[in-house]
């Protein structure tokens, strides 16, 4: 990491604190997204010896991390209402790039009951601040809103499994420590 600057390093440590500590992307796709990154913001450094430093690193504290983790994390008791959603028809999309993606998805459901999803952005928002942005649509892609089923169901199902939300501006909060188990 010697020769970056103090803010590029910071930058590069940053971005890959939440490609690996997401629990989405593989190591092919963080290196991917590392590589990129290093070439833009540091051109004059390795990609090959500085992005395997940089997973590393974030490995490391990670697994030190985990040891005081509680035996059911938040995104463990997510995916469960995840899946809860999933078997009553709603159409979940996990880490998307955008909502065009989400879209794309409900589309291709047969007789879709609504879409939940979240973006790569909302995941590393959760990781930095603890709090995961969902959105919730019904399935001609209009936001839901106070007072609907499906809204209702879904901050059931979260208030259910101990995780805190509320609807905001045509999304739910999600409070939670983005605490997720990841192997890469």
């Not at 103090?6 to 796709?29: C, I, K, P, W």
């Amino acid at each position: 990491m010697s020769g970056l600057g103090e803010r590029t390093g910071r930058e590069l440590r940053g971005l890959a604190r939440v490609l690996v500590r997401s629990g989405y992307a593989d190591r092919t796709a963080v290196t991917a997204a590392l590589t990129e990154a290093v070439q833009e913001d540091a051109p004059s450094a390795d990609p090959s010896v500085l992005v395997p430093q940089l997973i590393d690193e974030v490995m490391q504290a990670l697994g030190e991390d985990a040891k005081g983790w509680p035996t059911e994390t938040d995104p463990e008791r997510l995916d469960a209402v995840l899946a809860e959603l999933e078997a009553l028809g709603v159409v979940v999309v996990r880490y998307c790039a955008d909502h065009h993606e989400a879209r794309k998805a409900l589309e291709a459901a047969a007789d879709p009951k609504g879409l939940v999803f979240f973006t790569d952005t909302d995941v590393w928002h959760a990781v930095d601040f603890g709090m995961l942005e969902l959105k919730v649509w019904h399935p001609d892609t209009a936001n839901v809103a106070p007072g609907e089923p499906l809204l209702d169901d879904v901050l059931a199902l979260l208030h259910e499994r101990d995780l805190p939300a509320v609807f905001d501006e045509g999304r739910i909060e999600v409070s939670l420590q983005w605490h997720r188990r990841v192997r890469l």
